[in-house]
């Protein structure tokens, strides 16, 4: 009796090993994921890297997050229903094109990254560049128009009422990148209908929503597809890497093996926030490329980009670049920008800095944004944002 026992149970081991070890071998099509971890600037690093079609996510660590008091997120703020966006209206009646009108309900302020799509009012917005909206306080930010067709209050037969709702998603990198660093209503535009004709819409307002809010099921079903995979990885991630006390703050992603964004916050709070809507953009952008490629009949890439050429990107803004700075009403941004890419630093005050004499100490970068230019190989590129 004892005998069986003992070659039941080693039989089940046997079997248990087997299963683990046909589990854990991916299959072609499946994502793959690496551990290595390299230096990006101070006290950031490029930690755990996901390829999955034509899409390479990188995580991106810090040894010394910032003790900042809790941020929601835009799209948080509206659920919670402590947020109203809304044109700013003259006398008249007339909104304002370039501002919209931003009031925070919440006794917790709220930080809202450059290129987050606003839908309604009288032409669909994107926000120009990072915004803190601080807690019970109303605010009018920069923005830019994403519907060249509309400057009207009713939108699709409906009235909006000059109220905007936020979309929950970051503006592809060429629309947003013509604004944030650009500063350029028409390469907006120019940009926007790129993107809208890759979809394969035709809008009669010329929205850039028609491209975002996919209704064709083959492209609804694919980019799902790619938000669960990210998703899982960001999930399975957790807070701090194991092993090590580096926090999980930011993300870096390439398509067709081209870095295209990196973006890093104060903690992992804060970006654990943001990230929904950047996992909305990286799918879409990831298949509309592959929808383009396919038209042309191209070969759909999938080989995974490689992270030397983030680290490049990196290394390029901080050698070399532009130097300037906005000021807003709750932070700052400093921007750099050369041909090849543009770098923006969202600051806030430090409460707990006292020190009069150093002043710079005072502000905290809440969040950062690593961009390559839309054709960094074009010799006359002057500015991001360019179309050939």
Not at 275 to 290: D, K, V, W
């Amino acid at each position: 009796m004892t005998f069986l026992r003992t070659s039941i149970a080693l039989s089940l081991i046997i079997l248990q090993l087997l299963i683990t070890t046909s589990c854990s071998k991916p299959s072609p099509t499946s994502p793959s994921v690496s551990k290595n971890e390299k230096p990006l600037f101070e006290h950031y690093f490029l930690g755990k890297e996901l390829a999955t079609e034509n899409l390479t996510i990188w995580a991106v660590l810090t040894d010394s997050p910032e003790d900042l008091p809790t941020y929601l997120s835009l799209a948080e703020a509206q659920d919670q229903r402590m947020v109203d966006i809304r044109e700013i209206l003259d006398v008249h009646g007339e909104a304002q094109v370039t501002r919209v009108s931003i009031e925070n309900r919440a006794s917790t302020p709220i930080l809202i990254p450059g290129g987050t799509v606003l839908k309604g009012g009288k032409q669909d917005r994107q926000v120009a560049m990072d915004q803190v909206i601080a807690a019970n306080s109303s605010q009018a930010i920069e923005a830019f128009c994403v519907e060249h067709g509309r400057w009207t209050e009713e939108r699709e037969g409906i009235s909006t009422d000059n109220v905007f709702t936020c979309a929950n998603i970051i503006a592809a990198k060429r629309v947003r990148a013509s604004a944030q660093y650009a500063h350029d209503q028409s390469q907006v535009w120019s940009q926007v209908s790129t993107l809208t004709r890759r979809a394969n819409k035709s809008p009669d307002t010329e929205t850039y929503l028609s491209a975002i809010e996919e209704d064709e099921s083959d492209a609804v079903h694919h980019r799902k597809k790619l938000e669960d995979a990210v998703s899982v990885f960001f999930a399975s991630l957790g807070k701090n890497r194991e092993g090590k006390k580096r926090e999980v703050v930011g993300f870096a992603y390439a398509i067709n093996g081209e870095p295209i964004t990196l973006r890093a916050f104060a903690n992992n709070q804060i970006f654990r926030s943001q990230l929904p809507a950047f996992i909305r953009t990286m799918s879409m952008e990831s298949e509309l490329i592959q929808r383009r490629d396919k038209q042309a009949g191209r070969t759909i890439h999938t080989n995974p980009a490689s992270s030397t050429d983030l680290i490049a990107m990196v290394n390029d803004l901080r050698s070399e670049g532009e130097d300037s700075e906005v000021q807003f009403e709750r932070n700052r941004m400093k921007i750099r920008k050369n041909p090849r890419a543009g770098r923006a630093i969202c600051l806030v005050p430090n409460s707990h800095q006292k020190d009069e004499k150093d002043p710079e100490e005072k502000w905290i970068a809440i969040a950062e944004d690593w961009t390559r230019a839309v054709e960094p190989e074009a010799d006359n590129l002057a500015v991001l944002g360019y179309t050939r």
